[in-house]
């Protein structure tokens, strides 16, 4: 199961997912607002087992480490490519009035790797473009993907920050996401959940003009 909690001043869709069998579970992409993601763990009865991190910006991960030391559980992601922007978080903090905090993660994940959460296995995707170690995390079984700031309800990811790809997101987009099929719903980093099919039918940035 999947839970949307918004964190930090830029609304941002930290998640919770979570083994209905074992009542595991793990943030993706815990930024910060931590005694709200607390409550929802209270509230919901999960025992955390991980925080996942797709990618090094702030609202994303700021205080991904603060959470993971105070729980006791281990950081993974996103791909080491986004080390740089993990190094400057106390830095980018300081700049946007954010609490953030630099962090290792306990481990860097790779394209074709797994996450276990309890029972369910995650499968990592690494989709460089609007940073160059962004990763997303896919659970085939329930057709459900944590996209970060890949992909929006349409719209697409930004490219305009150092070592952003335009070209690159496009292409982690078309050859990396839309072959997990239509029927996947997504949350993204920020708005509503959608489905690829319905980006691939109607996304200004990414439609395919041969489709539906």
């Not at 074709?112 to 473009?129: E, N, R």
């Not at 609007?130 to 329930?142: D, I, Q, R």
């Amino acid at each position: 199961r999947a839970g949307i909690i918004p964190v930090t001043p830029l609304q941002q869709n930290c998640s919770l997912l979570w083994c209905t069998k074992t009542m595991r579970g793990a943030l993706v992409d815990p930024g910060g607002d931590l005694d709200r993601l607390k409550l929802a763990l209270e509230k919901t009865g999960v025992t955390l087992e991980k925080v996942l991190v797709t990618h090094g910006h702030l609202d994303h991960c700021g205080l991904a480490g603060e959470l993971a030391a105070e729980m006791g559980v281990p950081l993974e992601g996103p791909h080491r490519d986004d080390l740089f922007w993990i190094e400057q978080l106390d830095e980018d903090g300081g700049r946007w009035g954010v609490p953030a905090k630099s962090f290792v993660p306990d481990r860097w994940l790779e394209d074709g790797d797994t996450v276990q959460v309890g029972d369910l296995t995650l499968d990592v995707i690494h989709c460089p473009g609007h940073t160059p170690g962004h990763v997303v995390f896919s659970h085939a079984p329930s057709r459900l993907a944590v996209v970060g700031d890949v992909l929006f309800q349409g719209s697409i990811g930004r490219t305009d920050f150092p070592r952003g790809d335009h070209a690159q997101l496009l292409s982690s987009i078309r050859d990396k996401l839309w072959p997990l099929g239509d029927d996947v719903t997504f949350i993204p980093g920020h708005g509503a959940n959608s489905t690829f099919g319905e980006e691939r039918r109607t996304n200004p940035f990414v439609a395919d003009p041969r489709y539906g």
